[in-house]
């Protein structure tokens, strides 16, 4: 199990994390939303809950609850700019149908039934 930066997004997140001294991390996961299912939040960790999941890389932890862990698993974060927005990008290899504004996606499992 893994969920891995690209070096842009690490930067990123050290970046980011340097300027929030009560932050241990970046808190990943997924909800219920938009029209595939789910979509993925990326935020602040202020601790680590039972059941978390904790990745290092470059400095960054990433915490990743039991839930979402089952379905963002091989998950690679990349940090891109698109015309003047920059943004956090998630490569996915269990998402099977995304939303056609690419907002939330869907499993194999759920794409079948």
């Not at 690209?6 to 970046?26: N, V, W």
């Not at 690679?76 to 939330?104: M, Q, T, W, Y």
């Amino acid at each position: 199990m893994a969920i891995t930066l690209t070096a842009t997004a690490a930067q990123r997140a050290r970046d980011f994390l340097g300027s929030q001294p009560d932050a241990i991390g970046l808190r990943f996961g997924v909800r219920k939303t938009g029209c595939s299912g789910w979509g993925y939040e990326i935020d602040l960790a202020s601790a680590v809950d039972d059941g978390d999941q904790v990745f290092e890389q470059d400095g960054v932890r990433i915490v990743v609850d039991a839930h979402s862990l089952t379905l963002v698993d091989g998950t690679e974060i990349d940090f891109v700019r698109r015309g003047l927005n920059h943004e956090f990008v998630f490569r996915n290899p269990n998402a099977k149908a995304e939303c056609g504004c690419g907002e939330s996606f869907t499993t194999e499992v759920e794409a079948e039934v």
